[in-house]
C-alpha cells in the first residue's frame, strides 16, 4: 500500500518531442506529489510538485497530471532538451507523515 | 549559501572497518534523512530525524546507526560494514511543518565495501 510505482525505467525522446513518464500509487492518504530530478553526481533536487486538490500544474516546459480517481500521475516535458537528460523521481507523501515514499526512478535521455 | 553537505564524498573501506558519513544542513531544518541510492530501487530511507534527539527507523534500517545531538547535524555511522552496504548515500533535510516541504540533498556519498 506504501509503493510508488513508475514507469519506464528508461526512456529515450528526440529533441523538441515530449516526454512522459507515469506513476501510480495506492494509498489514498498521500497528499503531496513531488518530482525530484537528478544529475549524474548530484543529489536530487525538487522539480516540481502537486497536491490532489488540482488536476494539473504547469511550470515552464514541465507539467504533472493528477488523476485521483485512477490514483495516477505523470510529468509531461515539452519540447525535450538534452539539458533535460537525468533520472527523474516521482514521490508521495501524506501531512501526518514526512517521509517521501520514492518510485524506483526513471533515465531519461533526449537525443539531439 | 543554503545547502546540505556530506562527507566524504567517495569511499572505500573494508568489511567491519567502522566508519561515519556526516551531514550538516545550514537552513535550521527540522527534519533530516538518510537514504541509499542502488540502480533499479530508487531511493530507499535509512534513519529519519524530526528534530534534535529524536530518531526514527527508515526502511531500510539494518546495519546503520544515526544520531542527532545538534540541529545541523545527522551522522550515519555503520559500525561493522559489509558488502551489501555498497551504495550511494544521500542525506536530506526539509523544514517541518503541516505542509510539506521541499527536500535538500547533499552532494552524496559513494561509499565502497570490499
Known amino acids: 500500500q506504501q509503493q510508488v510505482k513508475q514507469s519506464p525505467q528508461s526512456l529515450i525522446v528526440q529533441k523538441g518531442g515530449i516526454s512522459i513518464i507515469n506513476c501510480a500509487y495506492e494509498n489514498t492518504a498521500f497528499d503531496y506529489f513531488p518530482w525530484y530530478q537528478q544529475f549524474p553526481g548530484k ?23 493528477f488523476n485521483k480517481s485512477a490514483k495516477q500521475f505523470s510529468l509531461h516535458i515539452m519540447d525535450s532538451q538534452p539539458g533535460d537528460s537525468a533520472t527523474y523521481f516521482c514521490a508521495a507523501s501524506t501531512s501526518s507523515n514526512y517521509q517521501l515514499i520514492w518510485g524506483a526512478g526513471t533515465k531519461l535521455i533526449i537525443k539531439p | 549559501e543554503a545547502q546540505v553537505t556530506q562527507n566524504p564524498r ?7 572497518k567502522k566508519l561515519t558519513v556526516t551531514c550538516s544542513q545550514n537552513m535550521n531544518h527540522e527534519y533530516m534523512s538518510w537514504y541509499r541510492q542502488d540502480p533499479g530501487l530508487g531511493l530507499r530511507q535509512i ?4 528534530n534534535v534527539e529524536v530518531t526514527d527507523k527508515g526502511d531500510v ?42 527536500a535538500f540533498f547533499g552532494q552524496g556519498t559513494r561509499l565502497t565495501v570490499v
Open chain 1, 43 to 65: 543529489g536530487p533536487a525538487l522539480l516540481i510538485a502537486i497536491r490532489p486538490d488540482v488536476s494539473e500544474k504547469k511550470e515552464g516546459r514541465f507539467t504533472i497530471s
Open chain 2, 10 to 16: 567517495y569511499l572505500i573501506t573494508v568489511t567491519g
Open chain 2, 47 to 50: 534513519y529519519y530525524s524530526m
Open chain 2, 61 to 102: 534500517p539494518e546495519g546503520y546507526k544515526v544520531s542527532r545531538k545538534e540541529k545541523r547535524n545527522f551522522p550515519l555511522i555503520l559500525e561493522s560494514p559489509s558488502p551489501n552496504q555498497t551504495s550511494l548515500y544521500f542525506c536530506a533535510s526539509s523544514l517541518q511543518g503541516q505542509l510539506n516541504t521541499e
